[in-house]
């Protein structure tokens, strides 16, 4: 049986790079952000357990209600959370 004629391969199309002065993206996270992120995540805790193990002794704490105090601590880590998005 005879063999059919295979297709000519074209060459690609690439376009010319132009010359001169090129953005580099640049990659990775400044160097801040880890240490905030990590920062926040423990002030979060600790607040929670100052506030459950001596709350009524601190003046600011034993004045905010409960539900204020432990909110607080959840913003703290919330906001550690928020910054653990863009670490890259």
């Known amino acids: 049986m005879p063999e059919s ?9 690439t ?3 132009a010359k ?4 580099v ?5 400044p160097s801040w952000l880890a240490p905030t992120m990590v920062a926040c995540f423990v002030i979060g805790l600790a607040y929670i357990v ?14 905010l209600s409960p539900l204020i105090n432990v909110g607080i601590g959840f913003a703290f880590i919330g906001v550690g959370f928020g910054l653990s998005t863009k670490w890259v």
């Open 5 to 13: 004629k295979g297709r000519k391969k074209e060459a690609r199309y």
């Open 15 to 17: 376009p010319e790079q």
């Open 20 to 23: 001169g002065e090129r953005k």
């Open 25 to 29: 993206a640049r990659l990775g996270s």
């Open 50 to 63: 100052v506030y459950y193990i001596a709350g009524a002794q601190i003046p600011v704490m034993k004045d």
